[in-house]
């Protein structure tokens, strides 16, 4: 079959190029461990070996204050040789990694959805990439591939979230929540696509179900589900630490206070260096509420393409979460070319990627220049932070105006090619 | 960012396809759905629903000030002094073994109306009382006239004086001796002048109150100078009297509830490079600590340092043909600290820092005095004292390489002697215990009054700022303060100057820690005006689109009414 033949083309070649890196550039992971684009304080490799280490000598892994990720992690890595000794196993566990996001891309993108959905039908739905080919835009992405040398927790995440949405355009209802119950479990955030994930799955539910079941009950039932798995994978935590308030304040108290500010690319570390200590609380408020009010917004306009809110949000996260990484832009990045239909409505790609780009490579020179050299300021590496989410933002912003202009062009056929202008 | 996913999509204005129908007509867009409509609506809902709903809960919750009650009016009231006045009665006990019943209390009486007459500070008086187990209490303040210090508790005055009246043969006139290490005077008088019930000025009278106000003079005209300020202090007292009050008041540290001692040996050479200064602190100066202990704690720590050179800008000794000594001038005094090089800690722990070196120099320079009176030692205002010490020579041209804890002696009775000065301790009258009981009145009052001050400030502040925060323990704090300057004030009013001194330390504290509460510190260099600069930067363009959508929004909802009442 020469479909499944290109798969483990590109699929084999992701995992080689991977394996090479790391064969050819021993120290590679390492440097990428510490880089702040990629390692935040809650997904850092290093962090995880330091509450490791202390897990394995049966101490709190919270207790060094360092350590701020989900206690199931541990024992999945106690399980692993020890990595200064013998890094290739880890490696090849991120590898694999990677390599079932990609699998999950592809039933994301085989089943449709982004095209053609229940209550939508793009028009350009002929201009599309095929699976393998968004699994290898995933896989060759360089941020995705200095994320998983980094072994960077945030690939699990990425992992849960991507099940979560394969299984939601299959119709797995169930398993979608699961694994969305999984990704929240690690990172919290994820629980905020908990809306647009249920409306996929609602919306599923109706192609296939002659009777379309209540929608309320539909939506409570499987809140129901993703709270069961969060508590069931909290429960398990509590066997493993213990101590049930140290770790919810280490790793949930850790997401939502921000005490940690350490510079990251986010938009957040700068800002709560300079704020007074008294509005301190007040802006993580304003903050996180900026990050949730997304949600409902977008949902309602973008109504009949849930998928493409969940992707939306995907990027709003990237941007505005309290310790965004590479990571989170890498994920954003690989949904983007399920709606490879919608690029020719965008109009400032060219800008998007250029500061993108430009932000990738004066990152590092600057944060060198800042933090080694000494002959620059935080504010110049805050300044490339803010072009990297200018970049951001401008891609978002553009692939959400061309998603509306698709639907409009689907509701006024007579209207297709016109221009736009802006009232 | 052109589009925001709450913008209404773009009406389309067709561009002219000039190219293919040559005309330049303009299409209406099409009109909006209701559908549309109601999608803007939602999308408006939802943003303003997550402002209403848990945005304006987590301002209230997060930038509410908690303000605790403070007692405003007593605060003030305290550092107006209208609560309390201090006052100073003074209880003498007045022992005449030999006299008869009468005869001492007649001489109790007129002694006191004589004092009385005297006395023109009304704060401060002196109330004589009659006990006649003299030899008991004369005994008991000789043995431990330090513990007498202590003695806080009880509900007794203290008594501060115990004056004997004894007779002496072959004496014209009376005579006074005060014990040094006690609080006994003994007052001798020739038997004939014995005074008789019907005298109405009996002259030993008039010399034992004269020999009280000459005691306690230089006290109060302290603590005049203290309660009424740095402006007047009372009138009799001597311009010299005013003058050297006031220079120790400027020489002495600030008051602290703990000190910390710096002893330091400083030589150029190599040697001495030891000293018994273990042993000299315990022999000379615990005991002096120890009686101090009522008004302060203190600390102790010492070194030693070698090859302390002078700095480049002191004038080097000069050798003096007829003292036989290498002199410093008076006004190169100042400069004879190294302050750059030689390691001496501004402060160390908590309390402020006093220093005392004993300099030992070169035997090349040695002796080294003082030149314009041979001095040997000299005060550092409000910060130490400074000792040369010329230890004899060894054989060798050499100075020893050992000092004994002899041969520090008079280097630390010195030292004593500049520990009490930097105090505050007043120079008379001769008996220690009695400058020491005279320096708790002081303390107590100086402390007194600072507390009290310090309420006020913190009252102004708290009104003059309502933005300011007062977090729980402040308001704890100054209740603490407040009952104990009362309780200071009503020891000072019952004569309890121990108990006084405990609790104005106390009080002082107290007030301290709540005027510098961190939290409120902060706030205070923080102007209603700069909220705006906090919450425009970010909030201003986010809220310019939600209200600018909102009132677009509300717009087109009251012309929905308003046709809709139109039509009906």
Known sequence: MAVDRRTVGVFGAAFVLRLLLICLFPSLPDLLTGRVEVSTPVNSFKRLQEGLYLYTRNVSPYDGGVFHQAPLLLPLFSLLPGVQSNPIPTAILYFLVDLVNARALVTISESGQSVQSQLHSAVRKHIRWDGVSVAAWFLFNPFTIATCLARSTSVFTTTGILFAVSNAVTGNSVNAMLALGFASYLSLYPALLFVPLVLLCFDQRLQSANKPPNGIIYGLQHAGILLASIAGLLGLSVLITGNFWEFMSATYGFHLLVPDLTPNVGLWWYFFIEMFDSFREFFLGVFWLHLASYVGGLTMRLRRQPLFVVASLLGVFAIFKPYPSISDASLYFATLPLYRHLFPLMRYTFFAISAILYSSLLGPAFYHLWIYAGSGNANFFYAITLVWSLGLSILLADSIFAAIRDEWEQDHPDAQGTEVKQV | ?568
Not at chain 2, 88 to 103: C, F, G, R, T
Not at chain 2, 543 to 567: F, H, S, T, Y
Request: glycine content about 4%; aromatic content about 8%.
């Open chain 2, 1 to 568: 960012m052109t589009v925001k996913p709450g913008d209404p999509v773009s009406p389309l204005t067709p561009a002219s396809d000039a190219s293919k129908s040559h005309t330049t007509r303009t299409r209406v867009p099409p009109p909006e759905t209701p559908e549309a409509v109601q999608t803007r609506f939602r999308v408006i809902a939802a943003f303003w629903a997550v402002i209403i709903f848990l945005g304006f809960p987590i301002w209230w919750q997060t930038t509410s000030i908690y303000r605790a009650h403070l007692p405003i009016q007593e605060m003030v009231d305290w550092a107006d002094g209208k609560t309390c006045r201090p006052v100073y009665p003074l209880e003498i006990h007045v022992a005449a073994p030999l006299l008869q019943s009468p005869e001492s209390q007649h001489l109790l009486r007129t002694t006191q109306h004589t004092l009385d007459d005297l006395n023109e500070f009304a704060a401060h008086h002196l109330r004589l009382k009659l006990t006649n187990d003299t030899s008991d209490s004369a005994a008991r303040v000789v043995e431990d006239s330090t513990s007498t210090l202590r003695n806080t508790a009880g509900e007794t005055p203290d008594v501060v004086l115990t004056v004997r009246v004894l007779p002496e043969e072959g004496l014209a006139t009376p005579r006074s001796e005060l014990l040094a290490h006690t609080t006994q005077l003994d007052v001798f008088y020739p038997p004939s002048q014995i005074p008789s019930p019907s005298t109405s000025n009996p002259p030993l009278s008039v010399f034992i109150a004269q020999e009280l106000q000459r005691l306690y003079g230089e006290e109060k005209a302290t603590i005049a100078h203290i309660l009424s300020g740095e402006s007047a202090g009372l009138d009799s007292t001597s311009p010299q009297l005013t003058e050297s009050i006031s220079r120790r008041l400027r020489r002495s540290m600030k008051y602290a509830e703990t000190y910390h001692l710096s002893f330091s040996l400083f030589t150029p050479g190599s040697v001495p490079s030891s000293w018994d200064i273990e042993a000299a602190v315990q022999e000379y100066l615990s005991p002096l600590l120890d009686a101090f202990e009522p008004i302060s704690n203190f600390t102790i720590d010492t070194q030693v340092q070698l090859y302390a050179t002078f700095s480049p800008m002191t004038p080097a000794p000069i050798y003096d043909e007829t003292e036989a000594a290498w002199t410093l001038k008076k006004e190169d005094l100042s400069a004879f600290i190294n302050a750059a090089e030689w390691p001496l800690n501004p402060s160390i722990g908590n309390g402020p820092t006093l220093n005392f070196i004993l300099y030992v120099p070169d035997p090349s320079q040695s002796p080294m005095v003082v030149k314009e009176n041979r001095a040997s030692s000299w005060i550092v205002p409000q910060w130490g004292g400074v000792f040369l010490l010329n230890p004899p020579l060894e054989k060798d041209q050499s100075n020893p390489a050992h000092l004994s804890q002899d041969s520090l002696q008079s280097a630390f009775m010195t030292f004593s002697h500049q520990l009490l000065t930097l105090l505050g301790t007043p120079s008379t009258p001769a008996s220690l215990p009695l400058r020491l009981q005279t320096l708790i009145r002081v303390r107590a009052a100086t402390l007194l009054l600072s507390a009290s001050s310090t309420m006020g400030s913190l009252a102004r502040l708290t009104e003059s700022l309502p933005s300011i925060p007062i977090p729980a323990n402040v308001a704890s704090s100054v209740s603490t303060t407040l009952s104990h300057l009362s309780a200071t004030c009503s020891h000072l009013r019952d004569g309890r100057f121990n108990a006084a001194l405990a609790s104005a330390r106390v009080a002082e504290n107290e007030a301290e820690r709540s005027f510098f509460e961190k939290t409120m510190v902060g706030q205070v260099y923080f102007p209603d005006e700069h909220k705006v600069a906090v919450y425009l930067p970010l909030l201003g363009p986010i809220g310019v689109p939600l209200i600018v959508g909102l009132m677009k929004e509300v717009k087109r909802l009251l012309a929905e009414w308003k046709a809709k009442r139109a039509a009906a």
